[in-house]
């Protein structure tokens, strides 16, 4: 069982980013799935999640700026990533929702300069 995020970079404040996680889970389409985030010195936080028949939200500081989709046919979350700023800047992970300690992979880094 695998989540494997990908996409992260370096761009400039005000960039965009595209996340992927492909997901090795059983029964994909019908777990609710979801983005977490932890910056340096800082706990993982929530970032965005979207349920199994499509529901999405978000933390506030991302709302209007993120966008969480999936397919489920490639068993595959994305998190489009929009006027970055530097706050944003974290290792970035998906993991089901709510969250379980043996999802927790790698994730990819993203850094957005000022």
């Known amino acids: 069982v695998q989540l494997q995020a990908s996409g992260g970079g370096l761009v400039h404040t005000g960039g965009s980013l595209r996340l992927s996680c492909a997901a090795s889970i059983s029964r994909f389409r019908f777990q609710h799935m979801g983005w977490y985030r932890q910056a340096p010195g800082a706990q993982r936080e929530f970032v965005a999640r979207i349920t199994a028949t499509g529901g999405t939200d978000y933390t506030n500081s991302v709302k209007g700026r993120f966008t969480i989709s999936r397919d489920n046919s490639e068993n595959t979350v994305y998190l489009q990533m929009n006027n970055l700023k530097p706050e944003d800047t974290a290792v970035y992970y998906c993991?089901?929702?709510?969250?379980?300690?043996?999802?927790w992979g790698q994730g990819t880094q993203v850094t957005v300069s000022s």
């Open positions: 993991n089901v929702v709510p969250s379980k300690v043996y999802y």
